[in-house]
Nanobody, 121 residues
């Protein structure tokens, strides 16, 4: 069994910062791509940022320059530093990862349960 558990969400004023973290645990041989997604009420889930095992990153256009994704391969964690938050950034943020549970196994995709980010204006 593999679990992804997010933490760090909460309430912040517009212009403020939050740092989200996600820890993967369980039967893990290796983790490839890791992502952060978000979903606001009434909207589709959208990709926020991605990071490869080697540390290459990619961001949705609206997050570039404000959000920073990072990972610690030794600890199987991924983080999202969010600065200059806007009310429209309010959403449930989800961690997502492509994980190989065993050396000879397939890559499987896993989701965390989500963490709420609320931004007051």
């Amino acid at each position: 069994q593999v679990q992804l558990v997010e933490s760090g969400g909460g309430l912040v004023q517009a212009g403020g910062s939050l740092r989200l973290s996600c820890a993967a645990s369980g039967n893990i041989f290796s983790i490839n791509l890791m992502h952060w997604y978000r979903q606001a009420p009434g909207k589709q889930r959208e990709l926020v940022a991605s990071i490869t095992r080697g540390g290459s990153t990619d961001y949705a256009d609206s997050m570039k320059g404000r959000f920073t994704i990072s990972r610690d391969n030794a600890k199987n964690t991924v983080s999202l530093q969010m600065n200059s938050l806007k009310p429209e950034d309010a959403a449930v943020y989800y961690c997502n990862a492509d994980i190989r549970p065993t050396q000879s196994g397939y890559l499987l995709n896993y989701w965390g349960q989500g963490t709420q980010v609320t931004v007051s204006s």
